[in-house]
C-alpha cells in the first residue's frame, strides 16, 4: 500500500467514526428521560404551547426525517441554534475552542518537557533514588483525580499563598501576544504575565496525569531499548554513552511515545472538561456542562461532535507521523 | 435582534412561549417582588372580615364572604391549608457570600442590585460579582434567566421596580394609575437620559412594551408571558404618559411592571442589529457598559449623569464560575466580592474567613409534595392532613438546610398579595398523625414519595426526612423514589393529572409577589400543574381574579 493510500484509508474511516459520533450523540437525546420540550417549555405550559414549541423545534416530526434533516444541516456547517440564547451554536462552539486548544498545548508542553527527561533519568538511573523519585512521582501522579488535584493547587497556591488567579482567562496567548506587538513590551509583558498566572494551575493539573503516564512509557521503553543488542553493537563501536541513549536508544522509544502524545491530546480536548469547570476556564468543557445542566441539546451536539473531530483528527494527524516514521505500519 | 435576522427569529419563536413564573421554578431564576399598591402589611393580617375570630373547628367555608381580592386570595390560601393538597415544606433561601470590603445586602427577588452597594473600604470601590453562569447576551427583552438579568438591569431599568423586600418603587415612571379594566397609564418621568445621550421619551417607552408583547415589533421576545395579559402600548395625545392594555382586568399588572420590561432607546434599536444589541448596551441605568467578552467578563463604569445620584462604587465587573467551590476560593482569595448560590457545606468556609460573610434572604421559591387528590390514600383529606402532621419541618429546615429556610403553611409564602398571616405550619405530632390515618381508613399504607436529584438544594435529603418521618408512623410505610428532573416533570407537565406520581416533591418560583401566580397553575382544577380540585378554591381564585389589587 502506498503512502498517500494509507492516508485516504485512515481518512475514510476517521469520516465514519465522526458519522458514527454525530448519529450516537443525536441519539442520546432521545434514549434520556423527558423530551427536549419539557427542557424549553414553561412547567406550567399547555398541552397546546407544548405542541407548538414541539413544531417549533422540528420535534413533532418522525426520529428519521429530524435525524436526516440533522445530518444535512451538518454538512452544510449548520449545527442549530441554542435553545436558551439562540445563538448559533457552531458559534458559540468554536469560539470556545481556542481556550481549550490552548490549555491543551500547555499543558502537553509541560508534559513532554517535564517527562522526557524524567523518564530517560529513571531508566538511565534504574534502582537508584532518582529513579525512585521519578517512578514514585508518576504512580501519583496516574492515581491522582485531576478535580482534586485542582482544586487542592487552588487552595494552596491561590486561596493559600495569592501565587495564582483561582480560575478564569485573563487573556488568549494570541491576543497576548497582540497587545505586546502592538502597544509595546511594558504592556505587553504584564499581559504575557497575566496570560501566564492564569493559564498555570489549569494546565498543570491537566498535565499531571499526562506527565506521569508518558514518563513511565519512556521509562520501560529506554529501558527495553538499551537492552537491544543494537545498543550493544554502539558501544562496542566506542560511541559516547550519551550518543548511545539520547541519538539511539531515545529515538527509537520516541515511536511509540508519539502515538500515545496523540492520543492524549485528543483526551485532552475532551477530558479538559472536569478541569476546565474547576477553574471557570471558559473553554469547551465549560460550555458542555452549561449545556448539560440546561439541557441545550444543540449545543451539546455542537460540542461533542467537535470535541469527537478533534479527536479523530488529532488520530490521523498521528497515524500519518507514525507511518512517515515507521513505513512497516503502511506496508501492514 | 432585528428584523432582518429572520432565521434566528423562527428558531427562537419558541422562547416566547415561556410562562413567567416558570423560569423561576425550573432554573430557581428571581425577577421582581413586593405587593400591589396600597398595602402597608402585605399579606399580613386574616383573610377579611377581620372581626371575626378563628374558632377551632371552624373551616374557611363557614366564615363571612371575603370584600378584597387579597381577602379572596387570603381565604383560597386558609381551604388549601385546612385540606392539605401539598405536604407543605419550606421557602428557600438565596444564599450569597460578601466580601467585607462591600456593603450590601440580599434581595428577596435574587436581583443582585449593584446599585445598592457600598464600599467599606478603599478596595470596595471597584467590585467584581461572581454568578454561577453569564448572560446570554445583552439585549435585556430576548433572554429569561437570572444570570443574565443580574448583568443586563445594571445597565437597564423598568417603569417600576422593587424594594429589597418586595415593595412596588416608582422608576422611569413617577406615577401610575389604573383608568378603567384592561388600561392602565404610566406617567414617564422627566429629565432622563440614555446612556448615548438620547432623552427617553414615551414613544421609547411604547416601543420597549410593544418589542416585548408584540412579536411583529423586532423580536420574538422571551419575556411576553412575563407581561402576562398585556396586548400593548400606546403614548397618550398631548401628555408625558403612556398607557398600557391588557386583555381583561390584570389585576396584577402593576405588579408585572415592577418585575419586567425593561425600557431601551427606540432609535438605538431601530439603527442597530440584533448581534450589536446583544454585545452593547443603551439603557437609562446607573452603570454603563465598558467591555463585553461573551462567555467570560462584563465590565462597567459608573454612570455618572444618572437621573438619581450616581452609584457610590466605581466600577462593576460580572463573572462566572458553575462550581460552587470555585466561587468560593475567588471570594477567600479576594478576587470576587459578591458570589451566588453557596452551597450548606461552604458556608462554614465563608464564614470563618476573616474577609467575608454570608448574605442570606428568602428567595420566591416554595418547596412542597403535591398529593394527587384522585388517587389512594391522598384522596382522604384526613390522610394529607396527617402528613403534615407527621413531619418535623423545623427539624429539616434546621438539619437539612443549615437554617437557609422557612417552614411554609400555606401555598403563598410570607410578604405575597394574598398571604394569609392567620394561618401557621402544621406542628409536629406524630400521635394526632396516626390518629388521622387510622381516621381515613388507610391505616397500613404504603406510599412513595417522587423527588428530583439535584435540582433543588438538597431535594433528595429533604425527600428522605420526609419519608422517614412517615414511615416512622407505625400504620404508614413511605419510601422515596429519585428520578430524573425532566422525566418527573414530564409526567406532572403533560396536562393529563392520571400520568403524574401520586406523591411528588416539586420547587416553584413566583417572582409577581402575588398569590396568584401559584395557585392557579398549581391548585386550581384548571392548572396546567394541577394535582388538586376543590370547588370552593377554585371559586375563591376566581372571585379573587375579577377584582384588582389596589383596592
Same mark, same amino acid.
Given at each position: 500500500?502506498?503512502?498517500?493510500?494509507?492516508?485516504?484509508?485512515?481518512?475514510?474511516?476517521?469520516?465514519?467514526?465522526?458519522?458514527?459520533?454525530?448519529?450516537?450523540?443525536?441519539?442520546?437525546?432521545?434514549?434520556?428521560?423527558?423530551? @427536549?420540550?419539557?427542557?424549553?417549555?414553561?412547567?406550567?405550559?399547555?398541552?397546546?404551547?407544548?405542541?407548538? =414549541?414541539?413544531?417549533?423545534?422540528?420535534?413533532?416530526?418522525?426520529?428519521?426525517?429530524?435525524?436526516?434533516?440533522?445530518?444535512?444541516?451538518?454538512?452544510?456547517?449548520?449545527?442549530?441554534?441554542?435553545?436558551?440564547? &439562540?445563538?448559533? @451554536?457552531?458559534?458559540?462552539?468554536?469560539?470556545?475552542?481556542?481556550?481549550?486548544?490552548?490549555?491543551?498545548?500547555?499543558?502537553?508542553?509541560?508534559? =513532554?518537557?517535564?517527562?522526557?527527561?524524567?523518564?530517560?533519568?529513571?531508566?538511565?538511573?534504574?534502582?537508584?533514588?532518582?529513579?525512585? @523519585? @521519578?517512578?514514585?512521582?508518576?504512580?501519583?501522579?496516574?492515581?491522582?483525580?485531576?478535580?482534586?488535584? &485542582?482544586?487542592?493547587?487552588?487552595?494552596?497556591?491561590?486561596?493559600?499563598?495569592?501565587?495564582?488567579?483561582?480560575? &478564569?482567562?485573563?487573556?488568549?496567548?494570541?491576543?497576548?501576544?497582540?497587545?505586546?506587538?502592538?502597544?509595546?513590551?511594558?504592556?505587553?509583558?504584564?499581559?504575557?504575565?497575566?496570560?501566564?498566572?492564569?493559564?498555570?494551575?489549569?494546565?498543570?493539573?491537566?498535565?499531571?496525569?499526562?506527565?506521569?503516564?508518558?514518563?513511565?512509557?519512556?521509562?520501560?521503553?529506554?529501558?527495553?531499548?538499551?537492552?537491544?543488542?543494537?545498543?550493544?553493537?554502539?558501544?562496542?563501536?566506542?560511541?559516547?554513552?550519551?550518543?548511545?541513549?539520547?541519538?539511539?536508544?531515545?529515538?527509537?522509544?520516541?515511536?511509540?511515545?508519539?502515538?500515545?502524545?496523540?492520543?492524549?491530546?485528543?483526551?485532552?480536548?475532551?477530558?479538559?472538561?472536569?478541569?476546565?469547570?474547576?477553574?471557570?476556564?471558559?473553554?469547551? &468543557?465549560?460550555?458542555?456542562?452549561?449545556?448539560?445542566?440546561?439541557?441545550?441539546?444543540?449545543?451539546?451536539?455542537?460540542?461533542?461532535?467537535?470535541?469527537?473531530?478533534?479527536?479523530?483528527?488529532?488520530?490521523?494527524?498521528?497515524?500519518? =507521523?507514525?507511518?512517515?516514521?515507521?513505513?512497516?505500519?503502511?506496508?501492514? | 435582534?432585528?428584523?432582518?435576522?429572520?432565521?434566528?427569529?423562527?428558531?427562537?419563536?419558541?422562547?416566547?412561549?415561556?410562562?413567567?413564573?416558570?423560569?423561576?421554578?425550573?432554573?430557581?431564576?428571581?425577577?421582581?417582588?413586593?405587593?400591589?399598591?396600597?398595602?402597608?402589611?402585605?399579606?399580613?393580617?386574616?383573610?377579611?372580615?377581620?372581626?371575626?375570630?378563628?374558632?377551632?373547628?371552624?373551616?374557611?367555608?363557614?366564615?363571612?364572604?371575603?370584600?378584597?381580592?387579597?381577602?379572596?386570595?387570603? *381565604?383560597?390560601?386558609?381551604?388549601?391549608?385546612?385540606?392539605?393538597?401539598?405536604?407543605?415544606?419550606?421557602?428557600?433561601?438565596?444564599? +450569597?457570600?460578601?466580601?467585607?470590603?462591600?456593603?450590601?445586602? /440580599?434581595?428577596?427577588?435574587?436581583?443582585?442590585?449593584?446599585?445598592?452597594?457600598?464600599?467599606?473600604?478603599?478596595?470596595?470601590?471597584?467590585?467584581?460579582?461572581?454568578?454561577?453562569?453569564?448572560?446570554?447576551?445583552?439585549?435585556?427583552?430576548?433572554?429569561?434567566?437570572?444570570?443574565?438579568?443580574?448583568?443586563?438591569?445594571?445597565?437597564?431599568?423598568?417603569?417600576?421596580?422593587?424594594?429589597?423586600?418586595?415593595?412596588?418603587?416608582?422608576?422611569?415612571?413617577?406615577?401610575?394609575?389604573?383608568?378603567?379594566?384592561?388600561?392602565?397609564?404610566?406617567?414617564?418621568?422627566?429629565?432622563?437620559?440614555?446612556?448615548?445621550?438620547?432623552?427617553?421619551?414615551?414613544?421609547?417607552?411604547?416601543?420597549?412594551?410593544?418589542?416585548?408583547?408584540?412579536?411583529?415589533?423586532?423580536?420574538?421576545?422571551?419575556?411576553?408571558?412575563?407581561?402576562?395579559?398585556?396586548?400593548?402600548?400606546?403614548?397618550?395625545?398631548?401628555?408625558?404618559?403612556?398607557?398600557?392594555?391588557?386583555?381583561?382586568?390584570?389585576?396584577?399588572?402593576?405588579?408585572?411592571?415592577?418585575?419586567?420590561?425593561?425600557?431601551?432607546?427606540?432609535?438605538?434599536?431601530?439603527?442597530?442589529?440584533?448581534?450589536?444589541?446583544?454585545?452593547?448596551?443603551?439603557?437609562?441605568?446607573?452603570?454603563?457598559?465598558?467591555?463585553?467578552?461573551?462567555?467570560?467578563?462584563?465590565?462597567?463604569?459608573?454612570?455618572?449623569?444618572?437621573?438619581?445620584?450616581?452609584?457610590?462604587?466605581?466600577?462593576?465587573?460580572?463573572?462566572?464560575?458553575?462550581?460552587?467551590?470555585?466561587?468560593?476560593?475567588?471570594?477567600?482569595?479576594?478576587?470576587?466580592?459578591?458570589?451566588?448560590?453557596?452551597?450548606?457545606?461552604?458556608?462554614? *468556609?465563608?464564614?470563618?474567613?476573616?474577609?467575608?460573610?454570608? /448574605?442570606?434572604?428568602?428567595?420566591?421559591?416554595?418547596?412542597?409534595?403535591?398529593?394527587?387528590?384522585?388517587?389512594?390514600?391522598?384522596?382522604?383529606?384526613?390522610?394529607?392532613?396527617?402528613?403534615? +402532621?407527621?413531619?418535623?419541618?423545623?427539624?429539616?429546615?434546621?438539619?437539612?438546610?443549615?437554617?437557609?429556610?422557612?417552614?411554609?403553611?400555606?401555598?403563598?409564602?410570607?410578604?405575597?398579595?394574598?398571604?394569609?398571616?392567620?394561618?401557621?405550619?402544621?406542628?409536629?405530632?406524630?400521635?394526632?398523625?396516626?390518629?388521622?390515618?387510622?381516621?381515613?381508613?388507610?391505616?397500613?399504607?404504603?406510599?412513595?414519595?417522587?423527588?428530583?436529584?439535584?435540582?433543588?438544594?438538597?431535594?433528595?435529603?429533604?425527600?428522605?426526612?420526609?419519608?422517614?418521618?412517615?414511615?416512622?408512623?407505625?400504620?404508614?410505610?413511605?419510601?422515596?423514589?429519585?428520578?430524573?428532573?425532566?422525566?418527573?416533570?414530564?409526567?406532572?407537565?403533560?396536562?393529563?393529572?392520571?400520568?403524574?406520581?401520586?406523591?411528588?416533591?416539586?420547587?416553584?418560583?413566583?417572582?409577581?409577589?402575588?398569590?396568584?401566580?401559584?395557585?392557579?397553575?398549581?391548585?386550581?382544577?384548571?392548572?396546567?400543574?394541577?394535582?388538586?380540585?376543590?370547588?370552593?378554591?377554585?371559586?375563591?381564585?376566581?372571585?379573587?381574579?375579577?377584582?384588582?389589587?389596589?383596592?
Amino acid at each position: 500500500m502506498s503512502y498517500g493510500r494509507f492516508l485516504l484509508k485512515r481518512g475514510l474511516q476517521g469520516v465514519v467514526v465522526v458519522w458514527g459520533v454525530v448519529t450516537i450523540v443525536f441519539m442520546l437525546r432521545f434514549i434520556t428521560p423527558g423530551s @427536549a420540550v419539557d427542557a424549553v417549555a414553561p412547567l406550567d405550559a399547555s398541552p397546546e404551547l407544548r405542541e407548538r =414549541i414541539a413544531e417549533e423545534l422540528g420535534l413533532d416530526q418522525p426520529l428519521y426525517v429530524q435525524y436526516l434533516d440533522y445530518l444535512w444541516e451538518l454538512l452544510q456547517g449548520d449545527m442549530g441554534y441554542s435553545y436558551i440564547s &439562540g445563538i448559533e @451554536a457552531s458559534q458559540m462552539v468554536f469560539s470556545k475552542l481556542p481556550a481549550t486548544l490552548e490549555l491543551a498545548v500547555v499543558s502537553s508542553i509541560i508534559a =513532554i518537557g517535564l517527562s522526557i527527561p524524567l523518564g530517560v533519568i529513571s531508566a538511565t538511573r534504574r534502582h537508584e533514588p532518582a529513579d525512585y @523519585a @521519578a517512578t514514585t512521582f508518576s504512580l501519583v501522579g496516574i492515581s491522582t483525580p485531576n478535580f482534586w488535584l &485542582g482544586i487542592m493547587l487552588i487552595l494552596l497556591l491561590s486561596v493559600q499563598f495569592g501565587i495564582f488567579p483561582t480560575s &478564569g482567562r485573563a487573556f488568549g496567548f494570541a491576543e497576548a501576544f497582540r497587545i505586546l506587538l502592538n502597544q509595546g513590551p511594558g504592556p505587553g509583558a504584564n499581559a504575557m504575565w497575566q496570560w501566564l498566572r492564569h493559564i498555570t494551575l489549569p494546565a498543570v493539573t491537566l498535565g499531571t496525569y499526562f506527565t506521569a503516564l508518558i514518563t513511565r512509557l519512556t521509562r520501560s521503553g529506554m529501558l527495553e531499548e538499551l537492552g537491544q543488542s543494537y545498543v550493544r553493537a554502539t558501544r562496542a563501536k566506542g560511541l559516547p554513552e550519551s550518543m548511545v541513549r539520547y541519538k539511539h536508544a531515545l529515538r527509537n522509544t520516541l515511536i511509540p511515545v508519539i502515538t500515545v502524545l496523540g492520543l492524549q491530546l485528543g483526551t485532552l480536548i475532551g477530558g479538559a472538561v472536569i478541569t476546565e469547570s474547576v477553574f471557570a476556564w471558559p473553554g469547551l &468543557g465549560t460550555t458542555l456542562i452549561n449545556a448539560i445542566n440546561a439541557r441545550d441539546w444543540p449545543i451539546l451536539q455542537a460540542t461533542l461532535v467537535v470535541i469527537g473531530s478533534g479527536f479523530v483528527i488529532v488520530n490521523l494527524v498521528v497515524d500519518a =507521523i507514525y507511518a512517515y516514521l515507521d513505513p512497516q505500519v503502511v506496508a501492514e | 435582534m432585528s428584523d432582518k435576522d429572520s432565521a434566528d427569529v423562527s428558531r427562537r419563536k419558541f422562547l416566547g412561549f415561556a410562562g413567567a413564573a416558570t423560569a423561576t421554578a425550573v432554573a430557581g431564576c428571581g425577577g421582581g417582588g413586593g405587593t400591589e399598591t396600597g398595602t402597608d402589611e402585605p399579606g399580613g393580617g386574616t383573610d377579611e372580615p377581620t372581626d371575626e375570630p378563628t374558632e377551632p373547628g371552624e373551616t374557611a367555608t363557614e366564615r363571612p364572604e371575603p370584600e378584597t381580592r387579597d381577602g379572596y386570595l387570603q *381565604r383560597a390560601n386558609r381551604v388549601a391549608h385546612e385540606q392539605a393538597p401539598w405536604v407543605f415544606l419550606n421557602r428557600q433561601y438565596s444564599v +450569597y457570600g460578601k466580601s467585607d470590603d462591600i456593603e450590601w445586602q /440580599a434581595r428577596a427577588d435574587e436581583f443582585i442590585d449593584a446599585y445598592a452597594i457600598t464600599p467599606a473600604n478603599d478596595d470596595g470601590d471597584d467590585v467584581v460579582i461572581n454568578q454561577s453562569q453569564m448572560d446570554s447576551g445583552l439585549d435585556p427583552q430576548d433572554h429569561r434567566a437570572t444570570p443574565t438579568d443580574n448583568i443586563v438591569m445594571q445597565a437597564y431599568e423598568k417603569l417600576l421596580d422593587r424594594d429589597r423586600e418586595g415593595g412596588i418603587l416608582e422608576s422611569l415612571a413617577d406615577d401610575y394609575s389604573r383608568q378603567e379594566n384592561g388600561r392602565v397609564r404610566f406617567h414617564i418621568r422627566d429629565g432622563v437620559s440614555f446612556h448615548s445621550g438620547d432623552n427617553l421619551t414615551p414613544e421609547d417607552v411604547a416601543y420597549s412594551i410593544n418589542r416585548i408583547v408584540d412579536p411583529e415589533v423586532g423580536i420574538a421576545s422571551p419575556q411576553q408571558d412575563q407581561l402576562a395579559g398585556v396586548t400593548g402600548a400606546e403614548v397618550v395625545d398631548g401628555e408625558r404618559a403612556v398607557d398600557v392594555m391588557s386583555s381583561g382586568l390584570n389585576p396584577i399588572v402593576f405588579s408585572l411592571f415592577a418585575s419586567y420590561g425593561p425600557i431601551m432607546n427606540k432609535s438605538w434599536v431601530q439603527s442597530n442589529e440584533g448581534s450589536y444589541i446583544n454585545q452593547n448596551m443603551d439603557g437609562t441605568g446607573p452603570f454603563v457598559l465598558e467591555t463585553y467578552e461573551q462567555g467570560v467578563e462584563v465590565v462597567f463604569n459608573r454612570n455618572d449623569n444618572y437621573w438619581k445620584e450616581a452609584a457610590e462604587i466605581s466600577t462593576l465587573t460580572m463573572r462566572a464560575s458553575s462550581e460552587s467551590s470555585t466561587r468560593v476560593n475567588s471570594l477567600l482569595s479576594e478576587e470576587s466580592d459578591i458570589i451566588v448560590n453557596v452551597p450548606p457545606q461552604e458556608v462554614s *468556609r465563608v464564614e470563618q474567613n476573616d474577609s467575608s460573610s454570608i /448574605a442570606a434572604a428568602p428567595s420566591t421559591r416554595v418547596i412542597f409534595n403535591a398529593m394527587r387528590y384522585d388517587v389512594e390514600p391522598f384522596d382522604s383529606a384526613e390522610f394529607r392532613q396527617a402528613v403534615n +402532621y407527621a413531619i418535623d419541618l423545623e427539624s429539616i429546615v434546621e438539619n437539612v438546610l443549615s437554617t437557609f429556610g422557612d417552614q411554609t403553611g400555606q401555598p403563598t409564602l410570607d410578604g405575597y398579595f394574598g398571604y394569609n398571616g392567620d394561618l401557621d405550619p402544621y406542628p409536629y405530632d406524630p400521635d394526632q398523625a396516626e390518629t388521622l390515618v387510622e381516621e381515613s381508613g388507610y391505616g397500613g399504607v404504603e406510599v412513595e414519595l417522587h423527588t428530583p436529584v439535584g435540582r433543588y438544594l438538597n431535594d433528595v435529603q429533604i425527600a428522605q426526612a420526609v419519608a422517614g418521618y412517615l414511615d416512622d408512623l407505625e400504620n404508614v410505610t413511605a419510601s422515596v423514589n429519585q428520578r430524573d428532573f425532566q422525566a418527573l416533570a414530564s409526567e406532572v407537565t403533560d396536562g393529563d393529572i392520571e400520568t403524574s406520581p401520586h406523591w411528588y416533591l416539586l420547587g416553584w418560583g413566583n417572582t409577581t409577589f402575588d398569590a396568584s401566580q401559584t395557585l392557579i397553575p398549581l391548585l386550581t382544577s384548571d392548572g396546567n400543574l394541577t394535582s388538586w380540585s376543590n370547588e370552593e378554591f377554585d371559586r375563591l381564585v376566581s372571585e379573587a381574579q375579577s377584582l384588582p389589587s389596589e383596592e
